[in-house]
């Protein structure tokens, strides 16, 4: 086996494809949560009730989790995954410049599901194509890959809350989505279309077809509880990030401004965080990388409604972003544990079954409405445990303290 030391160097050319999809990685995540940085504005404007904003929130996420699995097994079947990526980041960018003309609810709504259907295809499509052309230090890549997230939703915010103050909502969303413009032509240049080497000798012998994929992917388990977990943390996440406007103006007063900066704490830190989950995972496995990060998430959560100091509503904020990013963990894991050929399908399952998380604005909205904003969070914090009860049936390579590369 070929230690590390004998591994060729990175040149300069890997470091520059690496940001390149990481940003374009960043530029995705921002757009799952474009809306909540100026959600309070775009409340005022279209006089919308917390219900309304939960089905506004989670329209984006019903659009990615129709068309996230039809489409990376499209991704597979083709080997068109750069294209399929540079055709849906385009429609979802598109959606988002022209909600700069858009003055009513409904309307609003139709643009956030086609946002979501085209931002549906980066997860497959994106994390197959790091994986294959950093196969070399996959984690490592992989890790960096989604720190670009993070990057991205811990700046767009504090963009969009510039923009705001001076243009207004519209143009902050749509100035935002603007960087796809440069980005996914460079995504063009340096990736290559068609199946990796090995998928394609695969092909060879067996046409992968559609239910033959979807078997091979729902019959691995570790992929399924891959699956519940990341479904389970993100109904926490999605839930908890997407409310805490109304909960910062409700209980803090704080301006739109204030909580673009809380915002960004949490993604901030969680991009700050990425590098370490990858770490754990190499050192602990997935199922012990997962099981703290995600107990600390629901216990947080929980408290983000009984903080009424500002400056500690910001900690909780940041901490929040400190444990709530598992996805390398998750990401490196699917890669491990899913074989080659179907390893877009894999992707998009997990993600599918993610894009489940549209349910918790609405029950978050529902509960707030019913209830109060507190009950709302506790929900949100109940489902990061859940998240740690799925997290510990992974069994097989590396979810344990096995070697890189040892088989299952």
Known sequence: MTSHAQKPAWRLGDYFDLSVIGLTHGLSDGFSNMLV???????????????EVGVLLSTFSLGQMIFQYPLSILADNTGARKRILLMGMGLSAASFIAMVWVSRFLPMCALAFLAGAGNSVYHPCGTALTANRFERDRAFAISWHSLGGNLGTSILPLAQA???????????????????????????ARFQDGKHQEEAETEKNSNLKVITIIWRVVENKNTV??????????MCTKGMIGFLPLLATSKLGMSTAQIGV?????????????PLMGILYDRWGARAALFWPLTLLGVFVLALPFMGWQTGFYVLSALTGVVGFVSPIILTAAADFSEKDILASSVGFIYTCHGLSFLAPLLGGWLAE??????????????????????????????ETSKPGEAT
């Open 370 to 399: 019913q209830v109060n904003l507190d009950a709302s969070y506790f929900c949100f914090a109940i489902m990061s445990w859940l998240a740690v009860s799925a997290s510990v049936q992974l069994r097989g390579k590396k979810t």
């Open 225 to 234: 509880w891959l699956a519940a977990t990341y479904t389970l943390r993100g």
């Open 262 to 274: 809380a915002v960004s704490l949490h993604f901030g830190f969680g991009m700050l965080a990425k």
């Open 37 to 51: 940085p100026v959600l309070a504005l775009i409340v005022i404007d279209l006089d919308l009730s917390p219900f």
């Open 162 to 188: 510039a923009v705001a103050a001076v243009a207004g909502w519209r143009m902050a969303v749509g100035a935002c989505a603007a960087p796809a413009i440069a980005l996914l032509p460079m995504v063009n």
